[in-house]
């Protein structure tokens, strides 16, 4: 069972992490079933609620996994982190930053009251839903297939190779959208939407659509640690000053209306998706050299069950205890 205080020094093979974190995965099943799948886009109430699953990627290749890490499930908001990153990549960021905000909401992510609190009713922040629908417009092409084109070959990079959208999850989102239309027409209104509104969710149902694993997620995640560089061929993926303001988004504004409290009792940059996933980012430390991913590691987890905001509730124990363990704070 998972223990308490661990001499890293003497206990960093890979083996050893390797049944440390299957302790851990069991450990935190049992804390699925005090959450609930996300039923509000139907299909995603299919998913079981008991899985757990989790990948640790390494910049030195290593790679740790275990639990429930064969499912594909969809991304869903976590795709706002690559819509956000691409559309800095191809307008550049201030650009972006001109029409969508970086201030964390407090509400919820799909929260429509906030979006008349401010003048000039610009949204809020990249992550939640208004933010991210506008980041969908300004994203070159005039249809969705264009528009995504972008963000699949920003991924395809990313993680190796050309994601799928789930087209199942894509028309229960769509047939279910009344809410996102509401915020789009409110978009409309306020003259934030810069493309075709029915293009831009189009194209935002069909990103949150893309199937990913908790492997591709640790991918991502590794090379925001790495500043937006592939470690494993040292290319660059992401420019460094978007990189670094995509991971101070993912700390404010990543994990919706509990952003705060994961900052302050995890510490880390971190995006989560109602599906269940989240993508989790641990840049290098410069403290003792004897801890786990010393150099920084990308994690990814899935586990569907949530809590009332739309986190997965194992997937962010599982986080919490792992980065008091391996003290991977970045404060
Ligand atoms: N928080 C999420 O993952 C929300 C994404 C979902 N597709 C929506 O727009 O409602």
Redesign the pocket.
């Known amino acids: 069972m998972v223990q308490g205080t661990v001499n890293w020094n003497t206990q960093l093979d890979e083996k050893w992490l390797q049944n440390y974190v299957d302790d851990w995965v069991t450990f935190y099943r049992k804390d699925t079933k005090e959450g609930e799948v996300a039923s509000?886009?139907p299909i995603l109430a299919n998913a079981n609620p008991c899985h757990l699953g989790i990948a640790i990627h390494g910049k030195n290749g290593l790679k740790i996994c275990s639990g429930d890490v064969d499912i594909s499930f969809t991304i869903?908001?976590?795709s706002k982190v690559i819509s956000f990153i691409a559309a800095c990549m191809e307008k550049g960021v201030s650009y972006v930053l001109d029409r969508v905000d970086v201030e964390p909401t407090g509400q919820a992510?799909?929260s429509i009251m906030h979006l008349e609190m401010k003048s000039p009713n610009k949204p809020f922040n990249p992550f939640v839903?208004a933010g991210?629908i506008t980041v969908t417009s300004m994203l070159k092409g005039d249809t969705p297939k264009e528009k995504l084109e972008t963000i699949l070959v920003l991924l395809e990079r990313m993680i190796g190779y050309r994601p799928i959208v789930n087209q199942e999850v894509y028309q229960s989102?769509y047939e279910t959208s009344a809410?996102?239309r509401a915020i789009g027409y409110y978009l409309v209104e306020t003259g934030f939407l810069e493309s075709d509104l029915e293009v831009t969710l189009e194209t935002?149902?069909q990103q949150?659509s893309i199937e990913a694993t908790v492997e591709d997620l640790a991918r991502i995640g590794l090379i925001l640690a790495n500043d937006g560089e592939d470690p494993n061929n040292e290319e660059e993926v992401i420019p460094r000053q978007i990189a670094r303001i995509t991971k101070a988004l993912m700390l404010t504004c990543g994990m919706?209306d509990a952003s705060g409290k994961f900052a302050t009792y995890v510490g880390i940059p971190a995006k989560?998706?109602?599906?269940g996933g989240i993508v989790a980012v641990a840049p290098p430390r410069v403290r003792s050299s004897e801890l786990p991913f010393i150099e920084g590691c990308g994690i990814g987890v899935y586990g569907p069950a949530l809590e009332n905001r739309?986190n997965s509730i194992a997937g962010m124990k599982l986080l919490k205890h792992i980065a008091s363990q391996w003290d991977l704070s970045i404060f």
């Open positions: 509000y886009i869903q908001s976590i992510f799909n839903n991210a989102e809410r996102n935002y149902f949150c919706y989560s998706g109602v599906s739309g």
